[in-house]
């Protein structure tokens, strides 16, 4: 296990060793280019911001709130908090009022930095209405300021405002960071309730950025396109693994865009959740199909002879044979090549996936186009990884890798994992009932999650609070029927209805334009999405297409009655959380009349 500096003085550390090479990137979009952030920039922008904080007098453990889309900003606040020995507490861009002000309250948070107009108009609201915030300070110097606003201030402002330096302070401080010392409270984004805020200390971070040493073949030579929040636990620990290898890191500001900024930067590594590589997977298939019979003959045969030669062989540890090699050698350079430039990817190095099952169509795809997936699994409680595939050691695809050294696992009741190390959370912030009911007498915390372990690989098989018991004692396991369902091309979301019920059903989110113009070629005149899916003849085929793909389930899981939904499940509908996981109870209050009819008696 590797040592690197601890967060406090990372960024600084980091800039003694790599001075003006370049250390984070961004999009101007006014300009429509990137601009670069140097290490030695990086880390004097953190120094002005630590200097800041401690002229305004925040405390040492003091939490502080970001409320941002992802932002170079976000980066300095982080590190100038952890350096003067307070806590930052980041909030999920799309967070509703209602969400932010019970974070303020909960945690007693008197600044917070926001990044855009949205942000700035919610943290405004909350402000305004009474709470414990004094102030805030915000990002983008575009944002236009309520004309009732006199204490917010933009953050150039807040940082040139404080001539006095306060260096000897700032070093105090650092040097008495305490490994126990909060550094996040990560608010879950709460599927089934209110959110609680999980408790990460430094030592967490500093434990799983030197337990990942030796896993990952990263180094200072890769470039990191961030994708997913920084207050989602896998790209915030992977932003600091990532830094602390000295990597260049592109920020992604705006999540649509993902694909065009993938074209731009052309990174070697990025972390992803299963969900995008469902969409490369529709994409990619989408364009097998409009290819001609001599280009579909040769991507179809590429991604047969790299099924080969990295799932049968390569994944396994197994050298491939002579002739295999060079078969794969040729569509390497050729068509394989072709579908990574398509992406942006051709100086692919390795992505870790994780955040949802991975299903194994999916995981066999990626593999079979050339590309390195490392698929983990991990919680926000146990500062991201448990477990992550090896590059180096026998890979089963379904599987969620091996586990992290450090990390103590056993089974419990209904085969649930449970988990103990330096990384796993002490519990959750002012919440010492739902602590206690969390984290056991013997300080195993219970995940949730059952699974089992073979040949030194986990596996998991379902999410036990999940479960189905149907009218008939039959139990399923939602997310597994799911995960094989939304691979299919026509289907954007899936979700499915058992509990209580005679047999399963489903609510399906279609991929409205494909089925629109499949739709049109079979002459069904279809111009809304209400039209299309209310048309017997496209609920019937979406639903062939259902029973195509589940013959492996037992009789009792698979899915006997559809719905397809006109419109998209929403954020503001309360249907979704911060992280784009469904939340099925409200879902199925606001279709409750559409479940209802799939159960009447024929």
């Known amino acids: 296990m590797q040592n690197f500096s601890p967060l406090p003085l990372l960024v600084h550390d980091q ?21 670069d952030i140097s290490w030695n920039e990086f880390s004097a922008r953190v120094k002005r911001l630590s200097n800041a904080m401690i002229a305004v007098g925040i405390k040492e453990q003091e939490n502080m709130a970001v409320f941002a889309q992802n932002m170079p900003e976000s980066l300095f606040v982080d590190f100038a908090a952890y350096a003067i020995r307070a806590v930052t507490i980041p909030m999920y861009a799309t967070s509703s009022e209602m969400q932010v002000k019970y974070i303020v309250s909960d945690a007693n948070v008197r600044y917070i930095f926001v990044g855009e107009q949205e942000q700035y108009d919610i943290a405004f609201r909350v402000l305004k209405h009474g709470s414990t915030l004094e102030k805030l300070i915000i990002f983008d110097p575009k944002v236009v300021r309520n004309p009732e606003d006199q204490i917010s201030e933009y953050l150039q402002d807040f940082i040139d405002s404080y001539e006095e330096v306060h260096q000897a302070e700032i070093a105090i401080r650092t040097e008495s960071v305490q490994p126990e010392d909060l550094a996040n409270i990560l608010y879950t984004s709460g599927t089934t309730g209110l959110s609680k805020g999980v408790m990460l200390t430094h030592e967490m971070y500093n434990t799983a950025v030197s337990s990942h040493c030796g896993v990952f073949p990263l180094t200072d030579k890769d470039v990191i396109l961030n994708f997913l929040p920084f207050t989602h636990v896998l790209e915030r620990g992977w932003s600091y693994l990532c830094i602390a290898n000295g990597c260049t890191m ?8 993902i694909l065009q900024s993938m074209r731009e930067i052309h990174p070697t590594c990025m972390c992803a959740v299963p969900r995008f590589w469902e969409k490369i997977y529709a994409a990619v298939q989408e364009r097998i199909e409009k290819s001609n019979q001599m280009q579909k003959k040769l991507l179809l045969d590429a991604l047969r002879i790299g099924h080969e030669y990295n799932v049968e062989y390569k994944m396994k540890g197994l050298l491939p044979p002579v002739g295999l090699r060079m078969q794969y050698s040729i569509y390497e350079n050729t068509m394989i090549a072709f579908l990574k430039k398509q992406l942006g990817l051709e100086r692919a190095n390795f992505f870790p996936t994780a955040g949802a099952a991975v299903p194994p169509t999916i995981e066999d795809f990626v593999r079979s186009a050339g590309l390195m997936m490392v698929v983990g699994y991990g919680l926000t409680e146990s500062t991201a990884t448990v477990s992550v595939d090896r590059p180096n050691m026998p890979i089963t695809i379904g599987s969620v890798g091996r586990l992290l050294d450090g990390i103590e696992i056993k089974f419990g009741e209904n085969d649930e994992i449970l ?40 596996f998991l098989t379902d999410r036990i609070k999940d479960l189905f018991k149907t009218s008939n004692g039959k139990y399923i396991s939602p997310q597994l029927i799911e995960s094989k369902l939304c691979v299919d091309k026509y289907i954007d979301q899936i979700v499915v209805v058992a509990e209580q019920r005679k047999f399963v059903s489903a609510l399906v989110i279609p991929q409205y334009d494909l089925l629109k113009e499949l739709a049109r070629d079979y002459g069904v005149d279809c111009t809304t999405n209400e039209e299309l899916c209310a048309n017997e003849r496209v609920v019937k085929f979406m639903m062939y297409r259902i029973e195509t793909l589940q013959q492996e389930f037992a009789h009792y899981e698979q899915i006997k009655k559809i719905t397809l939904l006109p419109q998209p499940f929403s954020l503001d509908k309360g249907e979704l959380t911060n992280t784009l996981k469904v939340k099925r109870s409200v879902l199925y209050k606001n279709y409750r009349e559409q479940i209802e009819k799939m159960y009447e008696e024929e």
Request: aromatic share 14%; no cysteine; net charge negative.
């Open 15 to 35: 800039a003694h060793v790599y001075g003006n090479r370049v250390a984070l990137r961004y999009k101007d979009y006014a300009e429509g280019i990137w601009k």
């Open 250 to 257: 592109a920020i992604n500001q705006k999540p649509s865009e």
């Open 419 to 458: 988990l103990k190390g330096k990384t796993i959370t002490k519990g959750y912030y002012r919440k010492a009932e739902v602590t206690a009911l969390s984290i056991d007498e013997d300080g195993w915390f219970h995940t949730g999650d059952a699974g089992y372990m073979e040949d030194g690989e986990l």
